[in-house]
């Protein structure tokens, strides 16, 4: 009986032993990774069963969306605005893809990749942390201003608030003049463009005409084409990719009117029925836009 008992807490030594190493064995290698933030690239998140991988914007997070919420799992808190936490809920090997929207309208793409929890020993994201790239100037035969958020820069009291003061006043001196207002409830109004090479710098202005408060989403520039039918109905439209934007304020409430400035890559050419198109909408209205024509060639300022 004694001997028996003894093979008992032999063989129970050596599996409590022999766990550590196991264990050992299998642990994931631990990355932290470093990237810009370009909406053109895609990033790969690696996951693994019972682990957690956080992503780390520059700024603050507006909405997480995932293409397999039945096998991933993505969580934000607003205690942690710029944190976004994903871990697969599956132990099976699967991957999906997830879009983060930032609260200034950058948006980002992630590969999420699961290899499951029998596959070997891998990598694991602990950590993807985005950076800002720099900031770029818009060359204009006016003074230039800076456009969009792409640099942190810690500012202490008055010349954080006067900086901005000076941004703004940048985008207002940019919509002077007459405007042609479209829309009704949501009036948009484009004021004066800049053009350097390919690349341009249209500025506009909105005006809340509606009895309520509205929330405005990001603008989008377009390359719309139309039939040379009896009807001229629009047959494409093709988003042009914005390198960045601005505006002083996206919330309005009735009656207020806010500035703002978008640059993109605009085609070196394009049809004759086809023309450049500036869209603005409300965030509760997305399928309805105010859809503004834009000058194909700068009307002032920045051409070479």
Known sequence: MKISMSLVHLTTLVVLLGLPASAQ???PQARIINLGLDPHDIGVLHLRTGYVSSVRLPEEVSSVVLGNPGAFKAEHSEAEPRL??????????????ALITTSTGHEISLTLL?????????????????????????????????????RTIELVGDTKAKSASMENES??????G??????????V???????????????????????????L?????????TSDGKHKK???????????????????????QTEGAVVFERPPFKESRERLTLELAQADQVDRPVIVPIEFVANTGGSK
């Open 25 to 27: 064995v299998d642990a």
């Open 84 to 97: 976004v936490f994903f871990k697969p809920t599956s132990a099976k090997p699967n991957q999906t893809n």
């Open 114 to 150: 699961n290899e499951g929890s029998t596959a070997p020993s891998g990598a694991v994201d602990y950590l993807l942390e985005y950076e800002r790239p720099h900031s770029f100037l818009i060359e204009a035969a006016r003074p230039s201003f800076v456009i969009g958020d792409t």
């Open 171 to 176: 985008l207002k001196e940019m919509n002077t």
């Open 178 to 187: 007459a405007a042609h207002w479209e829309g009704k409830e949501l009036r």
């Open 189 to 215: 109004a484009v004021g004066r463009t800049e053009q350097n090479e390919q690349e341009m710098t249209v500025a506009f202005s909105v005006l809340n005409s509606s009895p309520r408060t509205i929330e």
């Open 217 to 225: 989403l990001p603008p989008r520039v377009q390359l719309a084409g």
């Open 234 to 256: 629009a047959i494409k439209a093709e988003p042009l990719p914005i390198k960045e934007y601005r505006m002083i304020s996206r919330r309005l409430i009735p009656g207020e």
